[in-house]
Protein backbone atom coordinates (compact mmCIF):
# COMPACT_ATOMS: atom_id res chain seq x y z
CA UNK A 1 0.00 0.00 0.00
CA UNK A 2 1.63 3.12 -1.31
CA UNK A 3 -0.30 5.31 1.37
CA UNK A 4 0.82 3.16 4.00
CA UNK A 5 4.20 4.41 6.57
CA UNK A 6 5.94 1.66 8.54
CA UNK A 7 7.96 3.85 11.26
CA UNK A 8 10.16 1.93 13.90
CA UNK A 9 9.15 1.93 17.39
CA UNK A 10 11.57 2.44 20.00
CA UNK A 11 10.61 1.63 23.83
CA UNK A 12 12.45 2.44 27.04
CA UNK A 13 13.55 -0.69 28.67
CA UNK A 14 10.29 0.05 31.12
CA UNK A 15 7.96 -0.14 28.35
CA UNK A 16 9.41 -2.78 27.32
CA UNK A 17 9.05 -4.91 30.69
CA UNK A 18 5.49 -3.63 30.68
CA UNK A 19 4.86 -4.89 27.24
CA UNK A 20 6.03 -8.30 28.39
CA UNK A 21 4.24 -8.30 31.55
CA UNK A 22 1.33 -7.60 29.83
CA UNK A 23 1.68 -10.02 26.40
CA UNK A 24 2.44 -12.85 29.47
CA UNK A 25 -1.10 -12.84 30.05
CA UNK A 26 -2.93 -15.82 28.11
CA UNK A 27 1.24 -16.59 26.75
CA UNK A 28 0.81 -19.92 27.82
CA UNK A 29 -2.07 -20.55 25.17
CA UNK A 30 -0.02 -19.12 22.42
CA UNK A 31 3.12 -20.99 23.48
CA UNK A 32 0.87 -24.25 23.46
CA UNK A 33 -0.08 -23.78 20.24
CA UNK A 34 3.09 -23.10 18.78
CA UNK A 35 4.89 -25.98 20.60
CA UNK A 36 7.38 -25.30 23.97
CA UNK A 37 10.22 -23.26 22.98
CA UNK A 38 9.03 -21.61 20.13
CA UNK A 39 9.17 -17.62 19.80
CA UNK A 40 7.10 -15.72 17.51
CA UNK A 41 8.07 -12.40 16.36
CA UNK A 42 5.45 -10.77 18.49
CA UNK A 43 6.97 -12.22 21.51
CA UNK A 44 10.39 -10.85 21.13
CA UNK A 45 11.10 -7.36 22.16
CA UNK A 46 14.73 -5.96 21.73
CA UNK A 47 16.00 -2.86 23.96
CA UNK A 48 17.92 -0.53 21.90
CA UNK A 49 19.59 2.77 24.05
CA UNK A 50 19.63 5.33 21.42
CA UNK A 51 22.06 7.83 22.61
CA UNK A 52 21.33 11.79 21.40
CA UNK A 53 23.75 14.14 20.91
CA UNK A 54 23.98 17.00 21.81
CA UNK A 55 21.62 16.94 24.44
CA UNK A 56 19.17 20.05 23.36
CA UNK A 57 18.67 19.93 19.56
CA UNK A 58 20.70 22.02 17.22
CA UNK A 59 18.17 24.56 15.36
CA UNK A 60 18.53 24.41 12.01
CA UNK A 61 16.94 27.89 10.28
CA UNK A 62 16.99 27.81 6.04
CA UNK A 63 14.56 28.44 3.40
CA UNK A 64 16.52 25.91 1.02
CA UNK A 65 15.54 21.91 1.96
CA UNK A 66 18.80 21.68 -0.04
CA UNK A 67 20.86 23.94 2.38
CA UNK A 68 19.17 21.81 5.54
CA UNK A 69 20.09 18.70 4.13
CA UNK A 70 23.32 19.25 4.09
CA UNK A 71 23.69 20.84 7.59
CA UNK A 72 21.76 17.55 8.70
CA UNK A 73 24.24 15.42 7.10
CA UNK A 74 27.35 16.98 8.22
CA UNK A 75 26.20 17.09 11.76
CA UNK A 76 25.25 13.43 11.45
CA UNK A 77 28.64 12.73 9.99
CA UNK A 78 30.23 14.30 13.44
CA UNK A 79 27.65 11.83 15.27
CA UNK A 80 25.44 15.09 16.21
CA UNK A 81 21.85 13.21 15.95
CA UNK A 82 19.17 15.70 17.68
CA UNK A 83 17.96 18.64 15.57
CA UNK A 84 15.72 20.34 14.29
CA UNK A 85 15.19 21.86 10.84
CA UNK A 86 13.23 24.63 10.13
CA UNK A 87 12.53 26.43 6.84
CA UNK A 88 10.00 29.04 7.80
CA UNK A 89 11.75 32.09 9.76
CA UNK A 90 8.27 32.69 11.33
CA UNK A 91 8.60 29.93 13.19
CA UNK A 92 11.93 30.55 14.89
CA UNK A 93 11.13 32.51 17.75
CA UNK A 94 8.05 30.13 18.49
CA UNK A 95 10.69 27.02 18.52
CA UNK A 96 12.58 28.56 20.61
CA UNK A 97 10.15 29.73 22.94
CA UNK A 98 9.17 25.84 23.54
CA UNK A 99 12.14 24.29 23.28
CA UNK A 100 15.86 25.00 24.46
CA UNK A 101 18.09 24.68 21.90
CA UNK A 102 21.68 23.74 22.17
CA UNK A 103 23.06 26.06 19.21
CA UNK A 104 21.40 27.71 15.95
CA UNK A 105 22.39 27.58 12.48
CA UNK A 106 20.87 30.71 10.82
CA UNK A 107 20.72 31.67 7.15
CA UNK A 108 20.42 35.39 6.63
CA UNK A 109 18.39 35.75 3.07
CA UNK A 110 14.74 33.97 3.67
CA UNK A 111 11.36 35.57 2.98
CA UNK A 112 9.06 36.72 5.68
CA UNK A 113 11.57 37.58 8.39
CA UNK A 114 15.22 38.26 7.89
CA UNK A 115 18.23 36.05 9.26
CA UNK A 116 19.44 39.74 10.80
CA UNK A 117 15.88 40.68 11.72
CA UNK A 118 16.12 36.91 13.89
CA UNK A 119 19.56 37.49 15.07
CA UNK A 120 18.88 41.10 16.90
CA UNK A 121 15.56 39.25 18.38
CA UNK A 122 17.47 36.17 19.34
CA UNK A 123 19.72 38.32 21.05
CA UNK A 124 17.22 39.96 23.42
CA UNK A 125 14.99 37.21 24.02
CA UNK A 126 17.88 34.41 24.14
CA UNK A 127 20.77 36.27 24.83
CA UNK A 128 22.86 33.01 25.82
CA UNK A 129 22.08 31.08 22.62
CA UNK A 130 25.40 30.42 20.35
CA UNK A 131 23.82 31.87 16.65
CA UNK A 132 26.48 30.96 13.53
CA UNK A 133 25.34 32.52 10.62
CA UNK A 134 25.11 30.25 7.58
CA UNK A 135 24.91 32.45 4.25
CA UNK A 136 25.79 33.07 0.71
CA UNK A 137 26.68 36.55 1.75
CA UNK A 138 30.29 36.69 1.66
CA UNK A 139 30.58 40.46 2.63
CA UNK A 140 32.87 41.53 4.90
CA UNK A 141 30.01 44.62 6.60
CA UNK A 142 27.79 41.98 6.57
CA UNK A 143 29.54 40.02 9.09
CA UNK A 144 30.47 42.50 10.96
CA UNK A 145 27.36 43.77 11.44
CA UNK A 146 26.32 40.51 12.14
CA UNK A 147 28.59 39.45 14.62
CA UNK A 148 27.91 43.00 16.81
CA UNK A 149 24.59 42.24 16.39
CA UNK A 150 25.62 38.75 18.48
CA UNK A 151 26.37 35.73 16.12
CA UNK A 152 28.63 34.17 17.43
CA UNK A 153 30.41 32.91 14.25
CA UNK A 154 29.87 33.64 10.76
CA UNK A 155 30.78 31.11 7.81
CA UNK A 156 30.28 31.97 4.13
CA UNK A 157 28.17 28.79 1.90
CA UNK A 158 28.61 26.57 0.45
CA UNK A 159 29.77 24.88 3.59
CA UNK A 160 32.83 22.61 4.45
CA UNK A 161 31.52 19.97 6.49
CA UNK A 162 34.17 19.37 9.06
CA UNK A 163 34.46 23.35 9.08
CA UNK A 164 31.14 23.60 10.46
CA UNK A 165 31.41 21.05 13.17
CA UNK A 166 35.25 22.56 13.91
CA UNK A 167 33.09 26.00 14.15
CA UNK A 168 30.43 24.17 16.69
CA UNK A 169 32.59 22.46 18.60
CA UNK A 170 33.90 25.59 19.48
Not at 42 to 53: C, E, F, N
Not at 113 to 136: F, N
Not at 138 to 144: E, H, N, P
Amino acid sequence: DPDHVSVPVVLREEEIDAKRAADNIGSSERASKRGAGQESPGDVYIARRIYVHPPCPILLVDDEAQALTSFEMALRSASMNHFIACNDSREVMGILGRQEVEIMLLDLWMPHVTGEDLLRQIAVDHPGLPVIVVTGADDVDTAVRCMREGAFDYIVKPVNARDLVDRMAR
